[in-house]
């Protein structure tokens, strides 16, 4: 039994020492902006393997230069209450839950899918660090790390982040590259009806990029937009919502 508890004791350790790697990293993030992403850098190998020359775009922009309309067009999409909670949504979190046992129990075997209630800090933590693997292991660990965000730094700085490094279609990462991409623009001006389109593409950013990408997405854009213009002046950009203020 010794070499059991060995084993455990190593695998325990690992678990630790990742742990720690995680919260040093994000620590470093307070003042110095992350490099990529462990989603781009898989994306970067799916379309380049080991060529040095590389379709991906990206172009950091400062939170004070993306104008409210995106950052609220965009938590309209994703994560109307993101400037309120602490970095999950247990009653989203507990549907999501409840839809994945119906779908394995009616047809799933060994899979598990977890999709849906997952808020912008858990979105970040699995595009920052993790695969898109879906299993439960993946899930708790993403849940840790959700955890050291919202610990470490300031909802401002993860929104910033968040739009920085989430993907908008095939190789195009954060606002900067977005807004060139498809309107040769900045978020600094982007319009409202822009900003809109930008964030209804988030669910399924590369069919919103190109069709090849669309047959597994069911999403209708022009709707979503619709909706997302409907309700964008009803979110709040800060911690704290005060009535007639936006």
Known sequence: MRWLSYFLKCVLCGLVAMQVFFAIQIGLWTSLDPSGTAFQRAERWRLCSWHWSCPIQSNWVSYNHINGHLKR???????????????VRVEDMQKAWEKNQQKNHLGGKSKVALRGGSTITQQLAKNLF??????YFRKAQELIITGMLELTLSKQRLFEIYLNSVEWGEG??????????????????????ESAA??????????????????????????????????????ALTATIKSGSH
């Open 198 to 235: 930008l964030a209804s593409a988030l669910p399924a950013p590369k069919c919103f990029d190109k069709a090849q990408y669309c047959r597994k997405a069911n999403i209708n854009f022009p709707i979503r937009q619709d909706f997302i213009l409907e309700n964008m002046d009803r979110v």
């Open 172 to 193: 195009i990462f954060g606002i900067g590259a977005a807004a060139q991409h498809y309107f040769v623009s900045t978020p600094a001006v982007l319009s409202r009806e």
């Open 73 to 87: 067009a965009v938590l309209v999409s994703e994560d109307d209450i993101f400037f309120q909670h602490k970095g």
């Open 130 to 135: 993790l695969s898109s693997e879906q299993n």
